[in-house]
Each structure stands twice: as structure tokens, then as C-alpha cells.
């Protein structure tokens, strides 16, 4: 184009097209840097870096298909738990272990209170009912859609709650019983649909009936899409810009599609709660009769909702699961004898135990599991990005305002130095025996401080349930011709996913006593027979 109106023979002309071609050159040269190498933050005095081995990818390139483990590594190699490092132009830091985990986000959890944006997440996906609790900035919206949440989340809420612990825990065993009669199962699907039914049930009032209705399969499929638009691992885009010029690629299409179709069930959903608002008790049910007291209006409760499904589903299905993989583990008989006869001691017999596990946990053996459990695994391994919203002194450095910080809970929670040279082995009574580690939060599993998982009584009282119910009631058997991957990095499925879940295993369970198991199940179908019937079935 320049050089078209360019007539070779004038030299003044020449001389002129020759400075524009060079101011463009230059413009081209500082906009190409501006896009690809620029990074977002100058590097933080004070604060150790890792430089990763590409101008344009950063570390991305080092840490290869699996994030969590090897910043793991890199932090163990250079001896710093706590390093910056630029993903892409990204300039982040890393926390990779126990003890700097608590400093910077329970000691520091003022300054740390805030979220980052991310291209990917929050332009493409977010787009329509804005943004979840757990993916907002700390604004005001976002403070009262958090504290509104938490009501339904103290002590006395969950008790209140306790049938939809009971209806989706009664659902799972009698499923998973009958099914593994004749055949050993992975019950992963199967925790999948408790988790799901659990949180719809919570914001909704409404569950799933079939675990073939196609509704269920695109749900599951479609969240897991979702998430996976917020793992560091599939989103080169939010990292490396220029990736975002390329022609309209496959991953933004199915971003926005998913989003879309999102959408579309979250009305659906919504609409089916208010029409039922009178009957059914649900988070959209008691915001429909409060004409709006709490000061919330209707996309903050869609966004609530949408919040707790997408936050409780995928976590809860995965870690429910791997309950069932830890009892297949070689001493898994004995614990599953351990728990079964704490509770026949504290309850005296099987129904009792039964029906009082809803709503406390007093196995102590049991509650120990369930920290070990979360501890071992933690199912998101890095802890969505936090940003500081001041500045704040680090080992007498000033880590300012703005910075980007990412929570390695993989690590944290295998920090030799505070869990010992056990650390990568399941030990179910780890937080009896060890005083000195039995102290909030255990793990960092949950994140931690400000920002920490609003749901983590909730989750250990179902996954509390879960577990005493199962050996309550059941022997679990691993098929001999599978062997399970027990160890902390290689039980996913997908280290890629922002949330793991496990490879596959299967499982039966057999019947302690026939005539018991019956009594128990009845009990609980006679108790959940009204949220039992809030069960649909419809196509989109
Ligand atoms: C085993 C189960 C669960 C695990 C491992 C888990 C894990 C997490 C993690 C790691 C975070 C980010 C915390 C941080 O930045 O420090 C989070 C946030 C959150 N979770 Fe969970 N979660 C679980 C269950 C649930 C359930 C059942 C619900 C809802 C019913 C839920 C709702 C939320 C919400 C709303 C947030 C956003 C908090 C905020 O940003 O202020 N989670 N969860
Ligand atoms: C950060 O933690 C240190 C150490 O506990 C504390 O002295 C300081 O006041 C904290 N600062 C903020 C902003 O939380
Ligand atoms: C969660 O449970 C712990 C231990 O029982 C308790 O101290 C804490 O207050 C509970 N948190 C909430 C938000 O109710
Ligand atoms: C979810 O709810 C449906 C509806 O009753 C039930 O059939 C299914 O077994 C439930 N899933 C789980 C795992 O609880
Ligand atoms: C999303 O993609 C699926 C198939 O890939 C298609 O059937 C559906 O109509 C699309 N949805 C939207 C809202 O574009």
C-alpha cells in the first residue's frame, strides 16, 4: 500500500514514505512488544523469580502438562516456597508450601481479598449473568452475594438442611448397591450426581431423576467445559495475547456456546424454583418470598446459584468419590471396621448411627479420614488467582498493591517440613495422632482467609456423611482386575483440568446385613419422600 504511491523518481517524496515507513516499523515493532512480550506487572524487588526458558511463554513451556506438580518442584529444587515467575506476560506468584501458605493468606488475608480478571473467563464465558462469587473482584456485589451466601452456611443452617444430605445420600447408596450387584462400578458418576442433585436441590429445589436423562449428561458436560475455561493449563489466550488475534479458534466458539447454553438451563431452573416458591424450600424460593429483602435482586441470586452449583459440584463429585477409592486401599477393611464400630459404640446400633450422622460428627476416627482425605487431594490443585488489594510487608519486603497470587494447595499440602516424612501416605488418623498438625485449616484444600470456600462445613458434613453411611451399612470390595491408583498426582484422570477427579476404579459393595440395609434405606425414602419428589426429568 505505502509503496504503491511512492514515485520512485521524486527524493523527497522517497525520503518522507522512507520516515513513515520507518515511524511504522517502529509502531509495528513497539505494538507487536506492547502485545506479545510486554508483561502486565514489572518484576517485585524482594520477591525470589524463576525464569521459565521462553521470551514469549514464560514458565508455561517449563511446567509441561502438569502445573501443580512441577512449580512443586521448581519451588523445592530453588528452595523457595515463595517465587514470581511470568506465565506468558503474566506476572504471578507462587505459594508452594504450608507454613508461607498461612502467612500470605490467613495472616494477610486483608490484603489478599480480591480476584484477578482473566480473558478467557471473564470476557468470553461471564459474559451473560455476571460474575460468580468465586470468580468476582472484591466489590460491593460481590461482598453481599458472598455474606448472603454464608446464611446458609452456619452450623444451625446445616442441620436445618439435613434431609438433602439424607435424600441424596440415600439416593447415592441405593443406586450404587444396586448397581454393583452384578457388576463392580466406578462411582464416580454416580458422586457426580450427588453432588449435582445436592446443589440444585439447595438453589433450586429441583434434582435429577435419571442418571440418563440427556438434561443431566449436558449439565455434567457442560460444567466441566466451563471449568475447564479457568484451568492455567488450556487457556494459552489469557496468557500470551497474541494467541487472542489468531482467527476465531476452536476453544473461544465453545467458550461462548457453552456460555450460552448456560444460560439457558439456569432460567429454566430459576423459573421452575419461583413457580415452586410456596412448596419447596430453596435459595431462589426465599429470595422470591422476600420481595427482595437482603438487598439482593434477581442476577444476584441467579449468580449465587449458579455460584454454588458450578463451586460445590465438581469438587464434591470428585472428592466423594475418592472416599471410595481410599477404602479400597490396603488396610481399607480395617478402617471401614474402625468406623463401623466407633459409631455402634457412640449410637449404640445401625439406625440410630444411621439417621444421627446427618447431623453431627462425632467419629472421630471418621473426621480425621475425611481431613486426611482432603488433604492428600487437593482436587483443585491451584487455588483460583487471588490479587492484592494493598500493599503488605513480606520478610521485610513491600509486595504491592495489584500483584497476582496463586495458591499451590497440591503442595502446601505436602509440605514435608509440617506434615512429616509421611506426608504422600493416606493416613487416616494423621490429625488424632498429631496434635501439632490437628489445627485449623488442616489443609489447603478449601483455600483459605477471606476468600477461603464458603461451603466448608457443608462439605465435610456430607462427605462425613457419606462415608459413615457407606460402612454403616456396606463392605466396600475393589475388582481384582483393576488395580487403583491411590498416589496423590497420579490418581487424576486429567492434570490438565482445573479440578481432578480420579482415574478409573471400580467398586461393590456388599450388604453387611441384608435385612438392615433395608430398614435403613426405608427410613430414609419415608423421611426425603417430599424431596424425593422434586425430581424432573425435561429436555432443553
Ligand atoms: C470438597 C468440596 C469443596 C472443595 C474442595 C472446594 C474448594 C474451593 C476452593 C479451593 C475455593 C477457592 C478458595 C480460595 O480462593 O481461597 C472455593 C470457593 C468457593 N466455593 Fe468451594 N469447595 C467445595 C465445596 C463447595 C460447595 C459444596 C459449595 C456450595 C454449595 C461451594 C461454594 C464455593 C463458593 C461460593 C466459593 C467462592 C468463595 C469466594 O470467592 O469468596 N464449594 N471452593
Ligand atoms: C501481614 O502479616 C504480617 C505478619 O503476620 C502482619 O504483621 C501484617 O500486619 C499483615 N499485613 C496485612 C496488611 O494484613
Ligand atoms: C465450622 O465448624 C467449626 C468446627 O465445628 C466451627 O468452629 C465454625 O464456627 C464453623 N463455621 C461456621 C461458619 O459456622
Ligand atoms: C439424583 O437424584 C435422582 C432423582 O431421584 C436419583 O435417582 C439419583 O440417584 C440421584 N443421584 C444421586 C447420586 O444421589
Ligand atoms: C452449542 O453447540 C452445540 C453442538 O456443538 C449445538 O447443538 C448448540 O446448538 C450450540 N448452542 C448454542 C447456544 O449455540
Not at 514470581?84 to 490484603?111: D, P, V
Not at 466407633?342 to 471418621?366: P, R, S
Amino acid at each position: 500500500m505505502l509503496l504503491d504511491i511512492v514515485p520512485f523518481n521524486d527524493n523527497l517524496t522517497l525520503k518522507v514514505s522512507g520516515i513513515i515507513l520507518i515511524f511504522s516499523i517502529v509502531g509495528g515493532i513497539f505494538w507487536f512488544y506492547n502485545f506479545t512480550i510486554k508483561t502486565n506487572q514489572p518484576k517485585f524487588p524482594g520477591i525470589p523469580e524463576i525464569k521459565g526458558n521462553s521470551i514469549i511463554y514464560g514458565i508455561l513451556k517449563n511446567l509441561k502438562d502438569d502445573h501443580p506438580t512441577n512449580l512443586q518442584k521448581l519451588a523445592l529444587k530453588n528452595n523457595t516456597p515463595v517465587f514470581q515467575c511470568l506465565m506468558g506476560t503474566q506476572r504471578i506468584i507462587f505459594i508452594n508450601s504450608y507454613s508461607q501458605a498461612n502467612e500470605w493468606f490467613i495472616k494477610n488475608q486483608t490484603a489478599l481479598i480480591d480476584r484477578p480478571l482473566f480473558y478467557t473467563f471473564h470476557k468470553l464465558v461471564s459474559t451473560s449473568q455476571g460474575l460468580t462469587i468465586g470468580t468476582s473482584p472484591w466489590d460491593e456485589t460481590c461482598k453481599k452475594r458472598r455474606l448472603n451466601v454464608q446464611r446458609y452456611m452456619t452450623t444451625p443452617a446445616i442441620k436445618e438442611r439435613a434431609g438433602l444430605i439424607d435424600t441424596e445420600g440415600y439416593s447415592l447408596l441405593k443406586d450404587l448397591y444396586r448397581d454393583s450387584k452384578n457388576e463392580f462400578i466406578y462411582p464416580y458418576k454416580y458422586t457426580q450426581r450427588l453432588a449435582l442433585n445436592f446443589t440444585t436441590m439447595l438453589s433450586y429445589a429441583t434434582r435429577f431423576d435419571k442418571i440418563d436423562t440427556p438434561l443431566l449428561g449436558e449439565i455434567l458436560d457442560l460444567v466441566k467445559i466451563i471449568s475447564s475455561f479457568r484451568s492455567t493449563n488450556k487457556n494459552l489466550q489469557d496468557f500470551v495475547p497474541f494467541v487472542r488475534l489468531l482467527p476465531e479458534n476452536e476453544r473461544k466458539r465453545e467458550a461462548i456456546n457453552a456460555s450460552k447454553t448456560r444460560e439457558i438451563w439456569l432460567s429454566k431452573l430459576t423459573q421452575e424454583a419461583i413457580n415452586h416458591k410456596d412448596t419447596r424450600k430453596s435459595i431462589v424460593g426465599d429470595f422470591a418470598n422476600s420481595d427482595g429483602l437482603g438487598r439482593l435482586n434477581i442476577d444476584d441470586i441467579k449468580s449465587i446459584c449458579v455460584g454454588l452449583v458450578s463451586g460445590g459440584f465438581e469438587t464434591i463429585g470428585s472428592t466423594a468419590s475418592l472416599i471410595y477409592l481410599q477404602l479400597l486401599n490396603k488396610d481399607g477393611n480395617i478402617w471401614q471396621e474402625r468406623i463401623y464400630n466407633e459409631l455402634i459404640e457412640i449410637y449404640g446400633n445401625v439406625e440410630t448411627a444411621y439417621e444421627n450422622v446427618l447431623f453431627e460428627e462425632k467419629c472421630e476416627f471418621g473426621v480425621s479420614f475425611i481431613r486426611e482425605l482432603l488433604r492428600m487431594y487437593a482436587v483443585i490443585p491451584l487455588i483460583p488467582a487471588r490479587k492484592t488489594m494493598k500493599q503488605f510487608e513480606w520478610q521485610g519486603t513491600i509486595v504491592p498493591e495489584g500483584a497476582t497470587v496463586i495458591l499451590n494447595a497440591q503442595a502446601a499440602n505436602h509440605d514435608r517440613q509440617h506434615f512429616g516424612s509421611t506426608v504422600d501416605d493416606f493416613i487416616p488418623d494423621r490429625f488424632m495422632k498429631d496434635e501439632s498438625i490437628n489445627i485449623p485449616p488442616y489443609h489447603f484444600t478449601f483455600g483459605a482467609g477471606s476468600r477461603a470456600c464458603t461451603a466448608i462445613n457443608l462439605s465435610n458434613r456430607i462427605l462425613y456423611a457419606i462415608l459413615t453411611r457407606t460402612c454403616l451399612l456396606f463392605k466396600v470390595h475393589s475388582n481384582p482386575s483393576l488395580k487403583p491408583t491411590f498416589d496423590y498426582i497420579n490418581f487424576a484422570e486429567d492434570r490438565t483440568a482445573q479440578t481432578y477427579w480420579p482415574k478409573n476404579f471400580q467398586i461393590k459393595l456388599e450388604a453387611r446385613d441384608e435385612s438392615m440395609v433395608t430398614k435403613c434405606l426405608e427410613i430414609s425414602h419415608t423421611n426425603c419422600k417430599e424431596e424425593l419428589s422434586y425430581s424432573m426429568e425435561y429436555a432443553v
